[in-house]
């Protein structure tokens, strides 16, 4: 049996995980060094309606036609936040879909009704096919992930085009789990500290990685536009159930069939799953889950159960999904880079 955090049951393969003389993680410490601030909901509140009402009026004096922009995949996570934005907080959304490799149909679908329910104004964005081929395969052999290549150029082209735009904020639907999976230090933490360019949201995403990713000439150009990310549930409250039933029934959103660790709107999560067990020895969601059981959220042990559940789902991919996962990251013609291996 490995060992584990007696709070959060973190395995001690975990990526930058110390435990103390108690058995108590560096994850947990940090956490409930820092709890009263982060749980204290009344002044998280109104600190958030402090950013609305500064982008707002940096729009204004921008002359822009929005006051944020939300990236958009259909899932209820984005939804929900445009909806929330738009009804609550009276803020002039304009969404954004990045066309990666792998929509899906059933998040396509949930855009178009979304759309329709609660209109804003929509693009979506298609990059070069090559250049994000190139990305994924490398991503794959050097890191055994891809996930990271949709995150980077999902938020590369939100910048570029919110700078371009005079569009001041950019606001995202992260989980707490998400935002707090790897937290331990304030520095560009939300709600500490958020990031007011690219260069800075990607730093602390991905700790170096965007150098690789990027030419100089790239870098030196996005360092110059001004936006700040702000992610919506670092300073909300409210779980996954709730916010997948207040969809449903405000705006006849579909909930995915799968209870398998979901990412409903990507059709190879399957195999990002299946990666991550291979190399990291755990499905996607540890880091999240044992957010949620530090929190008091979730038993460790209904945690456990779950990413066992995880794990036996993922640990076998069917033919036919690796084949046709590596069909759309391989590099067309003259390509040698299909090694999806792990
Ligand atoms: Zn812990």
Redo the contacts with the bound molecule.
């Keep these: 049996m490995n060992k584990r ?1 007696i ?2 049951g ?1 395995p001690e393969h975990y990526t930058g995980i110390k435990f103390d003389q108690n058995g ?2 560096n ?2 410490n940090f956490y409930e060094e820092n709890k009263e601030f982060l749980e204290d909901s009344d002044r998280l509140e109104e600190m958030f309606r402090m950013k609305m009402e500064t982008a707002k009026q940096k729009a204004k004096e921008n002359g822009s036609k929005y006051d944020c922009l939300v990236g958009f995949s259909g899932g209820k996570d984005s939804t929900y936040v445009i909806q929330q934005l738009k009804e609550k907080y009276g803020m002039r959304v304009l969404a954004f879909t990045f066309q990666n490799a792998f929509s899906t149909e059933y998040g396509r679908r949930n855009i178009e009704n979304a759309l329709q329910k609660m209109p804003v104004d929509h693009i979506s964005f298609t990059m070069n096919d090559e250049e994000l081929r190139k990305a994924y395969t490398f991503s794959v052999n050097f890191m055994c992930n891809f996930c990271a290549i949709c995150f980077h150029y999902m938020h590369y082209y939100s910048y570029l085009f919110a700078g371009k735009n005079g569009i001041p904020l950019i606001v995202n639907g992260r989980t707490k789990g998400q935002i707090f999976q790897m937290a331990l230090d304030k520095d560009h933490l939300e709600p500490f500290e958020t990031s007011h360019s690219l260069l800075d949201f990607e730093h602390q995403m991905f700790h170096g990685l965007e150098e690789k990713l990027w030419s100089e000439e790239e870098i030196r150009y996005v360092r110059d536009i001004e936006a700040e990310a702000v992610s919506y549930f670092a300073y909300h409250e409210i779980s996954e159930e709730e916010v997948m039933r207040h969809l449903e029934q405000s705006i006849g959103w579909t909930r995915p069939k799968s209870k398998a660790g979901g990412h409903p709107d990507c059709y190879a999560h399957a195999l990002a799953e299946h990666m991550s067990i291979g190399k990291r020895g755990f499905p996607t969601r540890q880091g999240e889950l ?1 957010v949620e059981v ?1 929190r008091g959220k979730l038993p460790v042990e209904e945690m456990i159960q779950i990413l066992e559940q995880d794990t036996l789902h993922f640990s076998t991919i069917s033919a036919e999904e690796k084949r046709k996962f590596e069909e759309r990251i391989r590099k067309n013609k003259h390509g040698k880079n299909d090694n999806t291996n792990n």
């Design positions: 955090c709070i959060c973190l108590v993680c994850y947990c044992s530090r």
